[in-house]
């Protein structure tokens, strides 16, 4: 009966048992009997609340943790070394899968790069960078939704994972509509957008707007002044400002400590310094901190997502130049989304050379000038840097990404020593990891 | 690209040089390998005629004084700092490349974390935050292949820079900068890991990507991305890296 569950097994390092659920009293009463109250837990790489294949690794005394480590890789799918063998282009197809609940920031964090590489900032037209502002937002609130949800859930307050997914399939509505895919959404590319809105769509996100505002303060009701929430949250993950800046935590863990920095105030793109936003902080240095910190972001997101509506005119949302803009003139057809019968119909029938300009900027791509440049925006997480080389060819040399998930992910230890198991959920959560950027 | 290319008429000259090539940066700058041919093809004849092509690749090269803007005081007080120290800053900073608005400092290794220390603890500089490593293999660099990228973030001034170090591939060592920057230890062990970069000084380095028995450094250039040919609508379509390239 006893070996059905917790099978040990002796090693050099000690009797190892392997834990499949249900069975902690048996693990507890070998523990015990053994002469220390030391145990050393693997928790994860699958586990329902590791946010993802995260595994961590905690010296366990008692209900209290010695130390706690982390191992990541799982998800490790060489997307730095895939870029290395596709276009410039095609390389946003790779990149939106990184950290896979904020494409648009890796999205667009990489085309920025691209684009000073190329030297076009100032060539993307208005409309394009309106455009991308507002995915961003809508995209800052999706991320800040699925972590408070996720967290909620993870202390068995289930409802707050409905509300917040709730609220989440909404914006993926909008990201299908506008740009065919809820996620991976391949949308911001070198130079501009793959394409512009479609009809409707500014009425579905006013829509979603005057609906999100509505729902908005069901958090507060729910989770804010909660006891038990609080009980749970306050004085839990503590990560002051000095620890902040040696371990490089950026985002809302660095905001809980007080510091007002935001890449979008400090080293403004896409034209963020001309929107009217505040950023949150809090002096709480804990998990509940970081609670209110993203609540406090969606309601600036949903201010700037606002602006961003009443600023858009119609107009280009690809770059003029033609050896860098893509060909492809986007129209939907019987078969989805393709190249429109225009274009097909310009390119095969009446014009050689823009069918061989076509066949050569699809196949071989457009050439960026040697040189390395560095873009970083600031995503729900924090600094999203991307740092690109070119060696002047038409697949790009070297690119990386400093995923903020990955940097902040190393504070988990530094938060987590010395408290108990059940608070190693909490600290972990507010972190807001996500594999997909953390392993790349 | 544009910008090159915008201003003046056509130049006959220059327009038959190879350097104009889109793409190329003229003579100066660093070069870090020679390219042959024009469309990546050497298994066949040259059919296109560009096969005798030979273009050398070159990055930006040391920029000169004035940098522009901030530029100049980082590299003032960066001098003026180390002078203090006892060193000479033409021994520590190989060169000051200034490209696209951004400045980088090139460092000889072993005085990478003075350096370092330097740029974060003097009130003047205050670059407090370390954005971690980027490591490039540049494999036709002879005697400096590889290449450690750090970009540094003053909070405090709103100032962003790169500091370059770069090792041979026979002594793969660069310091590591754990001590003055605790973020980098996990940068430093996915350097190491995709590129083999021992950095001396780490308190744990171990694969932290890869599995820990994996052989070789995946994000070297001669390791090989890997893949098979897919049959798609009765043609072979080749793996990713053995198709034609044009770099």
Redo the contacts between chains.
């Keep these: 009966m006893s070996t059905q569950h917790a099978t040990p097994r002796e090693t050099t390092e000690g009797t190892v048992y392997t834990v499949t659920g249900g069975d902690w009293d048996e693990v507890a009463e070998t523990a015990a009997r053994s002469d220390d109250e030391r145990i050393i837990v693997n928790m994860g790489p699958q586990h329902p609340s590791t946010h993802g294949v995260l595994r961590l690794i905690l010296e366990i005394d008692g209900e209290t943790v010695t130390e706690a480590r982390c191992g990541?890789?799982y998800l490790?799918t060489?997307i730095?070394?895939?870029l290395?063998?596709?276009t410039w282009t095609q390389g946003t197809t790779f990149v939106t899968r990184m950290d896979y609940l904020t494409p648009f920031f890796n999205e667009t964090a990489y085309c920025l790069a691209v684009e000073?590489?190329?030297?076009?900032e100032d060539?993307i037209p208005d409309r394009a960078t309106i455009i991308r502002v507002l995915l961003m937002e809508l995209n800052r609130l999706s991320s800040h939704l699925v972590c408070i949800a996720t967290g909620g859930m993870e202390l068995g307050a289930t409802t707050i994972m409905i509300y917040g997914f709730r609220d989440r399939e909404l914006i993926l509505d909008i990201y299908e509509l506008i740009t065919g895919l809820r996620m991976n959404h391949a949308y911001i590319r070198p130079g501009g957008l793959a394409q512009d809105l479609p009809p409707g769509a500014v009425d579905q996100i006013r829509e979603f707007v005057k609906k999100m505002k509505k729902n908005l303060p069901e958090y507060d009701k729910l989770a804010t002044g909660n006891p038990i929430f609080k009980a749970r949250m306050q004085d839990v993950g503590y990560l002051d400002l000095a620890c902040c800046?040696?371990?490089?935590?950026?985002g809302p863990i660095l905001r809980s400590a007080g510091?007002p920095?935001d890449l979008r105030k400090?080293?403004p793109y896409c034209g963020y310094e001309t929107y009217d936003f505040d950023v949150p902080t809090a002096d709480t240095c804990d998990s509940y901190g970081r609670f209110l910190i993203r609540l406090e972001e969606m309601r600036q997101s949903l201010r700037i997502v606002e602006q961003c509506l009443d600023r858009l005119q119609p107009g280009p949302v690809m770059v003029d130049?033609k050896?860098?803009a893509w060909p492809a003139q986007l129209a939907l057809g019987p078969d989805g989304l393709g190249n429109s019968l225009d274009h097909i119909k310009k390119i095969m029938g009446t014009s050689m050379e823009a069918l061989i300009h076509h066949f050569k900027l699809v196949t071989?791509?457009?050439?960026?000038?040697?040189?390395?440049?560095?873009a970083?925006v600031e995503s729900p997480k924090g600094?999203l840097?991307v740092?690109v080389?070119?060696?002047?060819?038409?697949?790009p040399?070297?690119v990386?990404f400093?995923d903020p998930s990955?940097?902040n992910?190393?504070t988990m230890a530094a938060m987590c020593e010395g408290g108990q198991v059940a608070d190693v959920i909490v600290a972990v959560a507010s972190i807001d990891p996500v594999m997909g950027g953390v392993?790349? | 690209m544009s910008a090159a290319n915008g201003n003046g008429g056509p130049n006959p000259e220059k327009d038959l040089s190879a350097s104009n090539l889109p793409g190329q940066r003229g003579d100066g700058g660093e070069e870090i390998r020679v390219q042959r041919g024009m469309f990546g093809a050497d298994k066949s004849g040259d059919t296109s005629g560009y096969g005798g092509l030979v273009r050398s690749i070159r990055l930006p090269g040391p920029a000169t004084r004035p940098y522009g803007g901030w530029f100049d005081e980082v590299a003032d007080e960066l001098e003026g700092a180390l002078e203090e120290q006892g060193l000479v800053p033409e021994n520590v900073i190989d060169r000051t490349v200034v490209d696209r608005g951004e400045i980088t400092f090139h460092i000889e290794r072993e005085f990478l974390p003075t350096v370092a220390r330097t740029l974060r603890d003097d009130p003047a500089l205050r670059f407090e935050l370390c954005t971690g490593v980027s490591g490039v293999h540049y494999p036709g660099d002879k005697g400096r292949e590889l290449h450690a990228v750090y970009h540094l973030r003053s909070i405090t001034h709103n100032r962003l820079i790169r500091l370059e170090v770069s090792a041979p591939d026979a002594d793969p060592h660069i310091p590591s900068l754990v001590a003055v920057y605790p973020t980098n230890d996990w940068h430093e062990r996915e350097t190491y890991d995709f590129y083999g970069i021992v950095f001396d000084g780490h308190p744990a380095l171990t694969r932290i990507m890869m599995p820990d028995d994996w052989q070789g450094f995946p994000q070297r250039k001669d390791y090989p991305l890997g893949g098979i040919p897919v049959e798609y609508k009765g043609a072979q379509i080749p793996a990713p890296d053995q198709r034609r390239s044009y770099s």
């Design positions: 990541i890789g490790h060489g730095e070394k895939n290395e063998y596709r000073k590489l190329l030297g076009i060539q800046m040696a371990l490089g935590a950026t510091l920095h400090a080293q130049d050896k860098i071989e791509g457009f050439r960026v000038p040697p040189g390395q440049a560095y970083a600094e840097g740092h080389v070119s060696d002047g060819g038409t697949r040399f070297r990386h400093r990955f940097t992910l190393q392993d790349r």
